[in-house]
């Protein structure tokens, strides 16, 4: 199941993404996972989340991301939950890439029965139909 937390700057997406890493963690059947390009949340969430930084690693771009994730996945069967946040710092500001690669993650969370959540600073109404379908 993949969700997407979509809002213009400023809009709570990340204290949604917070209270949701939160959440999960404490009823969570495999490990928890979190994308982010820096490390902003080190003090927001549990240490039972595994934080990783696309900035430590060279992660730029959509494709470097799927990399990352399915490498996590390969090394980490148990991985139940990944959360992304905000995507757009890491791939870049191309909404079509942006939406391709939310599509990805859609097929590779059903692949590997993996929950993903994204955060995007974007506007919700500019999405295609297929991305307004995850949008909480």
């Known amino acids: 199941?993949?969700?997407?937390?979509?809002?213009?700057?400023?809009?709570?997406?990340?204290?949604?993404?917070?209270?949701?890493?939160?959440?999960?963690?404490?009823?969570?059947?495999?490990?928890?996972?979190?994308?982010?390009?820096?490390?902003?949340?080190?003090?927001?969430?549990?240490?039972?989340v595994r934080l990783v930084s696309t900035k430590e690693y060279g992660i730029n771009n959509a494709d470097k991301l799927k990399g990352l994730l399915s490498g996590l996945h390969a090394g980490n069967f148990d991985i139940t939950n990944v959360f992304i946040d905000n995507l757009y710092k890491t791939i870049g500001t191309d909404r079509a890439v942006g939406e391709e690669f939310i599509l990805w993650c859609a097929e590779f969370a059903k692949a590997n029965n993996m929950n993903i959540t994204l955060t995007v600073s974007d506007d919700a109404a500019q999405a295609s139909e297929a991305v307004k379908a995850y949008l909480v």
């Open 1 to 48: 199941m993949i969700q997407v937390i979509m809002g213009l700057k400023g809009s709570g997406k990340t204290k949604k993404l917070i209270a949701a890493i939160n959440e999960t963690v404490a009823n969570a059947q495999g490990d928890v996972v979190c994308i982010e390009y820096g490390n902003q949340l080190t003090y927001d969430i549990t240490y039972r």
